[in-house]
């Protein structure tokens, strides 16, 4: 089945003709799935460099990262836009189509773009985007997969933070422990603990609000980079202990891996 032959049955009216495409993918700041998981899809793509969506109707697809793979984000109304100088960009006026909300986050589709456009006419490709899934659920942030599985973007740790998720919040509250950071734009590792009330979800809040967390190797970094460069971040548990462990134990520990990582030499630690 092709994407339209779905939307259809819910908006017959919808024609390729109407409809732009947006194939949102990375663009050097922000994973647009992270911004989706987040809850801030709409408000992002709402801000353009150009005046992309001058069209009836929007159809926003995120690029995932199995490979032609696309999440359905949802069927946009566009309504014009107004230029916003101190931004330097265009802010457009869109509503989400209530027609096909059902499939925001749920329909997976498979397309095989050429090139690096990312605003295409629908009517030029409405033969090439195939159904590939339609999930029982909406994609959302999973619950607490368990300390050796945790695997976090920034976005995600970000918007773990920000809705509070209990399984998270709960689990990560419980221990103190050791934690990696790994900064995929460099590869380099930055290796840190938490001890005391809170535990690492104290900590990592910590990171989630200001991107360095306090810690004067990241501060610089982000300093000398911009501060989104802390979006190049992943975070990772090495190492838990209880909460009620001692604050020389868990630093022992967290030398101990500094020293199997090599964060001295080759990463973000300097002690």
């Not at 069209?55 to 984000?73: C, D, G």
Request: with cysteine.
């Amino acid at each position: 089945m092709q994407l339209f032959d779905l939307l259809q049955v819910s908006n017959p009216g919808l024609v390729p003709e109407e409809c732009k495409l947006h194939l949102a993918t990375w663009n050097g700041k922000e994973n647009p799935v992270d911004v989706f998981l987040a809850g801030n899809f709409d408000e992002w793509q709402r801000w353009q460099t150009k005046r992309n969506f001058q069209r009836k109707y929007v159809i926003a697809l995120i690029s995932l990262p199995a490979q032609n793979q696309w999440l359905f984000a949802g069927l946009y109304t566009a309504h014009g836009s107004e230029w916003k100088s101190e931004h330097n960009l265009h802010y457009y006026k869109m509503a989400p189509d209530v027609s096909c909300e059902e499939f925001a986050g749920r329909l997976v589709v498979s397309f095989s773009r050429t090139g690096r456009q990312s605003y295409l006419n629908a009517e030029t490709w409405v033969a090439h985007i195939s159904v590939a899934e339609l999930k029982a659920e909406k994609l959302s942030i999973a619950e607490f997969p368990g300390y050796r599985s945790i695997n976090l973007s920034k976005g995600e740790l970000d918007a773990i933070v920000r809705q509070s998720i209990e399984s998270w919040r709960t689990a990560l509250s419980n221990v103190a422990g050791v934690y990696v950071i790994s900064d995929t734009a460099s590869g380099k590792l930055y290796v840190g603990s938490a001890t005391g009330e809170g535990g690492i979800w104290q900590r990592w809040s910590q990171y989630a609000s200001t991107g360095h967390g306090g810690n004067k190797e990241l501060r610089e970094l982000l300093r000398e980079t911009g501060a989104v460069s802390a979006e190049n971040f992943r975070f990772a548990v090495l190492e838990i202990a209880d909460i009620h462990s001692s604050e020389k134990e868990v630093l022992r520990r967290e030398s101990h891996w500094k020293e199997v990582l090599l964060t001295r030499e080759h990463g973000y630690n300097s002690n």
